[in-house]
């Protein structure tokens, strides 16, 4: 293997299938991989996580195991049964900045249990658009003010408590939009005025705060490059966040294979560009993942340089950067433990917002639930309060509902009945099958789970959660049943 061929490795951090590397990955580390991608699908229990992480070490002590571990809705060590952090909204609504540091410190302590070396958090987006379908309930609000002292807090939480690096997403601000760069091209129309004054304000104070990688958004700033994606653009990326806002680490893409950066160029024309424009690190194989996908980022960004396209002393100095950041990682003298499920569930209680009385009355209680698809960046997770609720009420059936299906006519009037929501405000069946069942059954209490609906309606009570983590459940749970410790408005 020529020396280019392994600078060109040390810039991409693929992800892979099954919960063991497989031969390709191994082969890929021993010719200087950068990075490793893990999701929910390489993780089946804490011992076998471990094993394979050691095992990417052990074959390439410089790799950089990385993560997109949020906490709340967005979680891969805690996919199966859902997280017991609450998420970045809820977080946002208490407002307490102590709090939000000790859970990115308990997230940090789990993935350094994990051997995990990098997360692609937190989430520095200033949600401003109610339509938006991939943001909601990740960020951690809509006032840059709020949003920029919480992603400080996440940053020294994560990296000053436990060690691990963390990662400010999506530059310059995915709030403003109302497309999923996962399945198309969102554009951002504010004035740069507004950017400045909205958008950027989190990305400066994670900055300030020492952050040492960057994910870069899939999306076309009409004030600052209206031609093409930010991740694609330099000045977006070299003009923007290096030069304007003094970033020096590592600008990592959020995953090539994205249609709002793949489409109409491909997944190595998409690198090479992306390279060029100052990005260091390309996450591939979120969706797509392979050894196919690494030989064609591989191919293009070695072809690019050979070409002259591409300045070599570009990728060496992209490949220096990932170097200084994997060769920098430290860990506390005294690793921090994380919180545990009935801490987090108290975390999430403080974020919890009644609205009347939302007691289930006696009887075997029925949940309706809305079941919205799943975005592709939190991926199809178990939620909802069933689980719960079946522990401390007997009894408990569920009717599931899409986007297509009716409210069954026959529900019983003589159950105690919760309808359960998920960003009804974005998904109008959702409303309209509130609308119908509060008609027929007055005395259901509503937990909405998503982003809030701007003005309730009338049910028995309404509990909003700000989130679907496991932990906002269970506290949902505890309202329901008339638990103690609910906040009321």
Known sequence: ???????????????????????????RLDD????????????????????????????NPDVLVAVDEEGGDVTRLEAAHGSRHPG????????????????????????VEAGVDWTWSPVADVSSNAANPIVGVRAFGSDPDLVARHVTATVAGLQDDAGIIACAKHFPGHGDTDLDSH???????????????????????????????????????????????????????TGLLRHELGFTGVVVSDALEMEGVARGRGI????????????????????????EVVATVHAALVAAVRDGRLPEDRVAHAGARVAALAGARSLPHDPLAPMS???????????????????????APLVVRCDPAATLAAGARPWGIVAPL??????????????????PPDLPLDRPVALVLRDAGRHAWQRAVESRLLATHPGSVVVEMGVPVALPRAAAGRITTYGASAASAQAAVDLLTAREGRRTR
């Open 390 to 407: 079946a522990a401390v009420r007997p009894g408990v059936t569920e009717v599931l509902l899409g986007p297509e299906d009716d409210l």
């Open 183 to 237: 399945l198309e091209l969102p554009t951002v129309a504010r004035q740069r005025s507004v950017l400045d004054t909205v958008d950027l304000v989190p990305f400066r104070a994670a900055i300030a705060a020492g952050v040492r990688t960057v994910m870069t958004g899939h999306l076309r700033i009409l004030a600052v490059d209206p031609d093409v994606p930010a991740t694609l653009s330099r000045p977006v990326v």
């Open 1 to 27: 293997m020529s020396e280019l061929d392994r600078a060109v490795h040390a810039l991409l951090v693929p992800g892979f299938l099954g919960t063991t590397a497989p031969d390709w990955l191994r082969r």
């Open 341 to 363: 499920f009935a801490d987090g569930v108290l975390a999430a209680a403080r974020a919890i917002m009644v609205d009347g009385r939302p007691e289930l009355g006696p009887g």
């Open 32 to 59: 200087g991989l950068g990075g490793v991608a893990l999701f929910a699908r390489n993780i089946g229990s804490a011992e076998q996580l471990r094993a394979l992480t050691d095992g990417l070490h052990g074959a």
């Open 88 to 111: 970045a909204l809820a977080l946002g609504q208490v407002d307490d900045v102590d709090l939000t540091r000790r859970v990115a410190s308990s997230i940090g302590a789990l993935l």
């Open 268 to 291: 190595g024309e998409a690198a090479v560009t992306a390279v060029l424009a100052g990005v260091d690190v390309l996450c591939l194989g979120g969706q797509h993942a392979g050894d």
